[in-house]
């Protein structure tokens, strides 16, 4: 069991944003929980994430690395003014949560919608699909003959969305019972089959379903009742077969939580206390005959109660534009206790919600990541105030999910290890005029100097085979963007450096990962929704959605280091001057390249041109010189203007022998008005009033967060979700209007 649970993944990440939808040009800001995979807890582990957002199209518009710092990753992603509309993925990975050789694992994923323009009257229109599937789903894995079984069923769309049915159960061409979807298109009928039968389910639409195989003998494992102390299970196997003992193992997420054993003659009751399960989740039930082969499974969801109980009360209901706010925190465990716990907050404009996204922390740690198939608007479970949400994710599990492990199959040599690396790592090798150890470091230790984006440097030593690696704390120190490094061996030596880039691996592999994020139920946004009134200023000044200004030239933003390098170049590859005196260009054109102290000019001093400017050039010819002594004189004067020479990243890399690569992107804190800048007269537009990442309530598991209001007057809603460190996990959701004065 241990080897057969080691190759899972380690670590899990959650994405939290700071709201569901996103114009261009905007900040998205994000909180990363790195957790344990199984316990829920936070995990050290990893040290860097790897951070992508793929467009509709799944190709990479953004691509960067982010340090994890106390499991936390706080940061910002540029949504840029040319993406075009359409929902966008953040996917993240790290060394302990995405393996080479993982084909089944789901990619941690957050869905965003970006938009030009915020619409405040919103159409929602539920997707249309002539496509019907239904499945058939034995409790336990198979249908025995002679022993009493549940059989669930569902039916979908060709996107995942439910569709009701009804229809009949025939055995042998006569009506034996009737079905009907209880819950999303979910449903399950108990009943005996018997392989000497025929059977067919016929739905009211008309079409015919044939039941799944009936095996001759075997075991049959039901779930025969629940409270909130105990699950009852009831074993059964055919007469054919000899009693003998039997083991029901529970574990959840890959943690052994119980071993039961009996001896098994026609049925057995086996009841399992709930207090083996000391967290929330999916449990896996595994029915072993005598022999310890697994015969048949059954998942079922326990403790529910096991979360954090979160609240938020804004101090006001409604406010005026431009007012103080807070919001206050209260954090208890199921027992009413107080919990110190790490959170995260946003306070935004609901027009910026996405009922397209039914993610939150619950329903995508305790569900959603931990089975496959698509699920349909996960977070009814986890929603208190839906009565029947038990029952219904009871058919979900009976339904979806892991339905066989092939236990006897597996590939003993089968490794499913990290490939994904904290730090940087690359290598350097030698091309020197003697044949001998070509390509080499020569056993010899060298010295590389390491440069930020900002130009603050460092210096790294190779071992003996040229290795070397930047680690993680010299990349927080040089955290900026690029990283930038340069050999200190001579010219001669030729030194090159190999780095190594990993996110071409991630794009390589992640193909092969399903994509199982879940569907939402828009139902109840089929329509047309008129948000809010129009938005305005406190002065009545309608505030502008976008405002656009169009350069008339482009030149590709280079950071601070590219742009010293650019400079750099111009001045020592470039022999193009002005002159202070006469003031021509010298140079620049061929034929136009002197300087003959025109009209007696003194030509004391040299400049250097500024791109875009007019300059005259001026072009000689040789004569016999005069008594004056000059022997040239102008016969062409033109005026140009003058246009520095543009030189590539990789063009200004190689003149100075630098290599790059990507290191930690620059971090920047979420503006937040004070009591000063609030006074302003210029027009406050902003949708988002807070993003607090780091929110850590104290003994008494409070805390109170404040912020201003802005001049929108709408409705703005507060989420709050987080951990507490240990396993239980949170959410909860605040909402307040802003009014004009």
Known sequence: MEKHFSSRLSELIYFQTGKGI???????????????????????????????????????VWQEKYPVENSIVAGHIYIDEKLSEGDYFLEGYTKYSFYKNDTIGITPRRKIKIVKNISRSRVTELPKDS?????????????????????AFKATDGRGNPVFVEGTIYQDNKPLCTIKSVHDGMGVVSFTPFKDKTYRIELNNGKSYPLPDIHPQGMVLRLSGRDNKQLDFVVSQSESLPSGPIYLMGQMRGMICCVAKGVLRDSLRISIPLDNFLYQGISEFTLFDSSMRPVAERLVYVRPEK???????????????????????????EEGKPVRANLGLSVFDRAYDNPADPVNILSYCYLSSQIRGKIYNPTYYFDERNNGRTEGLDLLLLTQGWRRYVWDTED????????????????????????????QN????????ISGANGN????????????????????????????????????????????????????LKRHRPDYYPVADLSQYNKQEVLDLPVVSGDSTILLSEVTVTAKGHKPFRDKMMGRLDSLAQMNLNNIWVCGSCGLLLNYKPGYDGHHSVNNCPAKSMSRPIDGHTYKIAKYEHFEPTSYG?????????EVVYHAPQYSEDELLKMNNLWRTKGYYASREFYQPDEIDIQ??????????????????????????????????????????????????????????????
């Not at 582990?45 to 992508?52: E, H, I, P, V």
């Not at 496509?131 to 059989?151: A, D, I, K, M």
């Not at 020569?442 to 100097?449: A, D, P």
């Not at 000059?630 to 033109?638: A, K, L, T, Y």
Request: aromatic share 12%; glycine share 8%.
């Open 307 to 333: 979360k954090l109980y979160i609240t938020a009360e804004p101090d006001k209901k409604s406010y005026f534009t431009r007012e103080k706010g807070t919001i206050k925190i209260k954090v208890t465990d």
């Open 412 to 439: 003993p040599h089968y490794e499913n290890l990290p490939f994904l690396t904290d730090e940087i790592n690359g290598l350097q090798t030698l091309k020197t005029k003697s044949k001998k150890k070509d390509g």
């Open 630 to 638: 000059v022997p040239f004189r102008v016969i062409d004067i033109q």
């Open 22 to 60: 996103y114009e261009t040009g905007e900040d998205l800001w994000f909180k990363a929980y790195q957790l344990d995979a199984q316990t829920f807890g936070l995990s050290d582990k990893s040290k860097t994430l790897y951070l992508q957002m793929v467009n509709p199209e799944d190709s990479v």
């Open 131 to 151: 496509t019907f599937r239904f499945e058939l789903f034995p409790e336990g894995g198979n249908l025995v003959s002679g022993l009493s079984s549940q059989l």
């Open 442 to 449: 020569q056993g010899i230790e060298q010295l590389i100097q």
């Open 457 to 508: 440097s460092q210096f790294i030593w190779t071992d003996s085979t040229g290795h070397f690696v930047v680690d993680t704390e010299m990349m927080k120190a040089l955290r900026g963007g690029y990283v930038y490094l340069k050999p200190m061996l001579s010219k001669e030596f030729k030194p090159a450096l190999e780095l190594t880039d990993y996110f071409p691996q991630i794009d390589s």
């Open 680 to 741: 302003s007269s210029i027009p406050d537009a902003r949708n988002t009033l807070l993003w607090s990442p780091s929110i850590i309530t104290d003994e008494k598991g409070e805390a109170s967060v404040s912020f201003y209001c802005s001049d929108i007057n709408t409705g703005f809603i507060g989420v709050v979700e987080g951990i507490d460190g240990t396993g239980l996990l949170g959410n909860a959701k605040c909402e307040f209007r802003v009014m004009r004065k």
